[in-house]
């Protein structure tokens, strides 16, 4: 069996392919940030295409594809897009996005070609590795602080989901009027504008 496994962050994207063995390849490149809504993706789909190219493998026979990527999430028509700040130029009118996106779809384009698609927030995702790996307490936050700031929240040994996948996506909530505590997103005096 054969899967494949996303990492969308707001700079870099990475794909892998890996066998009950553990990860076969690994790919990164910068994301995408202009053409159409469905351009990152597509640009998923085309990272998993070149890890299948250098291993030689049939794109067919990979059909179980996991996830993680920056938020927040939203649901249209049932199925988990996307709307990340520090990617969607239309949705705080930043000067350094050049697009006008206020929502990217993702499950829709990626089970186009996957039977099996999984996607959780890269806080979530780190929360679980941390958990499965490093035995976190019953009662953990897990931070990534990167491009953008999120966290991934366990209450009494339970990882919070949240409605639409985003229960600790607190980066772009509005702590500050202050002007000087200026977002990448555009925002003024969110929690990523202060730090």
Not at 37 to 63: F, H, K, N, W
Not at 84 to 96: E, R, S, V
Request: charged residues 15%; negative net charge; contains cysteine.
């Amino acid at each position: 069996m054969l899967i494949a496994a996303l990492d969308i962050g707001g700079t870099k994207m990475a794909a892998c392919i890996a066998n009950a063995s553990g990860p076969l390849l690994r790919v990164t490149q910068a994301t995408q940030r202009s053409g159409p809504p469905d351009s990152i993706a597509r640009q998923g789909l085309r990272l998993i295409d070149t890890c299948c190219e250098q291993l030689g493998i049939d794109p067919a026979l990979v059909d179980r594809l996991g996830v993680s990527s920056c938020g927040p999430f939203a649901l249209r028509d049932g199925l988990l897009g996307f709307m990340p700040p520090n990617l969607c130029g239309g949705l705080a009118k930043g000067d350094d996005l050049p697009n006008d996106w206020t929502f990217l779809p993702l499950e829709s384009i990626l089970r186009e070609r996957f039977s099996t698609v999984s996607i959780v927030n890269d806080c979530v995702a780190g929360l679980h590795g941390e958990r499965a790996l490093a035995h976190a307490p019953a009662n953990t936050i897990y931070v990534t602080w990167s491009t953008g700031i999120g966290f991934g929240l366990c209450v009494d040994g339970h990882i919070l989901n949240g409605k639409a996948n985003n229960a600790g996506h607190a980066s772009h909530m509005l702590l500050t009027d202050d002007e000087a505590a200026r977002c990448g997103c555009g925002n003024q005096g969110d929690l990523e504008g202060l730090l």
